[in-house]
């Protein structure tokens, strides 16, 4: 591990106050393309541990911004709910991999990467009160998993221990010969029973991105993160669902877990599925009209914790690009801009029109909230694209549920 590798140009943020509809949203630049010797960052996520410390991590992508090659996993830490936060450091770096490490041969065989340095990719939190632990899961070349954890906040955290045995049931058991694995991105969650449970998405690898056609499911682990095991896949790659990947997930009540699942229907549509122990007995998943699909990961969370007697009040994030395209007529828009916030009321069966956090070219988001009810939105936006910066806004409860559908 590289706990003080520092990454000096990434100092501490500036905090740009932006007052929308009355209410002040705080936004801090916490990574910026071409800074700290990478040529940008993508692939935002974001947690809360049990210490209150806010770690922001992302992939730190050194020549190019393509999803193959040399990338590391960078994190910033603030200890005052996101208002200041410490210098980046390498978290997990290339010296970080075990010394059999190779090319994912799916990425070889398509000149996919560099040769000699490997991409560290899609990070994923899980907070656990229970144990003051936090773990962060993520993938090597899409080919092997492994899992850290912090007991401090932030501050330290273990080695990286190999977990991709558990991802071996989908060959086994589902017959499904994948050839790439991703975690999340993003984070996972720590249900009322005691369970850990990550979304994860596997791919034949057949597509010139190696990342398609795909199928997502869960891993989880009922012994505190020291074993995982696959769940039962929730969907497969189809005609009506193609390329289901990077599924968030919620508690929504004790025995009662939501996904929201990325995908390329024609529909444009986010699709959902419901199971009571996030990992068994998926329901078919259902597209929800109100949320838009621009084929683009998104944040999802709930404002309140698990164990509240009201329902769930969920807060889910995207791309709300719903405009027609200028100049062309009957178009879908799929862009990814106006980054924007949904609130439900009611345990995800309705949700708010969107919210605009980000006008302009903005793409993935992570969402986690403080004890104080503060919201925060880590994500990707730019000016000419998407991927110049990943910021966090801080935004009071008040500002998202100021205007009620």
């Not at 984070?187 to 029973?193: D, F």
């Not at 056609?213 to 669902?241: F, K, M, Q, V």
């Not at 998104?298 to 791309?319: E, K």
């Amino acid at each position: 591990m590289n706990p003080s590798s520092l990454l000096p140009a990434l100092l501490f943020s500036l905090v740009l106050p932006l007052c929308l509809s009355g209410a002040a949203v705080e936004k801090h630049d916490l990574f910026v393309a071409g800074e700290g010797g990478y040529a940008g960052y993508r692939i935002p996520a974001l947690v809360v541990t049990p210490q209150q410390s806010v770690l922001a991590i992302c992939e730190a992508r050194r020549s190019t911004l393509r999803d193959w090659g040399h990338i590391d996993l960078v994190m910033r830490r603030s200890v005052d709910g996101g208002r200041t936060w410490e210098p980046a450091r390498v978290l997990v770096g290339q010296r970080d991999l075990p010394p059999d490490i190779q090319r994912n041969p799916a990425a070889a065989e398509r000149s996919l990467g560099l040769p000699g340095a490997f991409t560290i990719n899609n990070p994923s939190w899980i907070a656990d009160g229970s144990t003051a632990e936090t773990h962060l899961l993520f993938c090597a070349e899409y080919d092997r998993a492994f899992i850290i954890t912090t007991r401090d906040g932030g501050a330290t955290f273990s080695r990286p221990r190999e977990i991709t045995r558990a991802f071996e049931t989908f060959r086994t058991r589902d017959n499904y010969a994948w050839r790439v694995v991703a975690i999340g991105p993003g984070h996972g969650v720590r249900l009322s029973s005691g369970r850990l449970v990550a979304p994860v998405w596997i791919s034949l690898g057949e597509s010139s991105s190696a990342h398609h056609p795909s199928h997502c499911a869960t891993i989880y682990s009922d012994d505190r993160g020291a074993t995982w095991r696959a769940g039962e896949i929730i969907a497969r790659n189809s005609d009506d669902l193609p390329d289901p990947n990077e599924t968030a997930i919620v508690e929504i009540e004790p025995g009662r877990v939501m996904v929201s699942i990325r995908n390329e229907s024609p529909r444009n549509r986010r699709a959902l599925a419901w199971s009571a122990d996030g990992a068994t007995g998926w329901s078919r998943p259902q597209f929800h009209e109100d949320l838009w699909e621009p084929i683009c990961m998104a944040g999802l969370t709930r404002l309140d914790p698990a164990a509240a007697d009201t329902r769930a009040r969920l807060i889910f994030s995207n791309p709300a690009s719903l405009d027609p395209i200028p100049d062309a007529p009957g178009r879908v828009n799929r862009q990814r801009i106006n980054l924007s916030l949904r609130f439900s009321l009611d345990a995800g069966q309705s949700w708010s029109a969107p919210k605009l956090l980000e006008a302009g070219p903005s793409a993935y988001s992570d969402l986690a909230v403080t004890p104080d009810e503060t919201v925060l939105c880590l994500y990707e936006r730019g000016s000419q694209g998407p991927y110049d910066k990943i910021t966090i806004a801080r935004i009071p409860a008040a500002w998202l549920f100021e205007t009620r559908r």
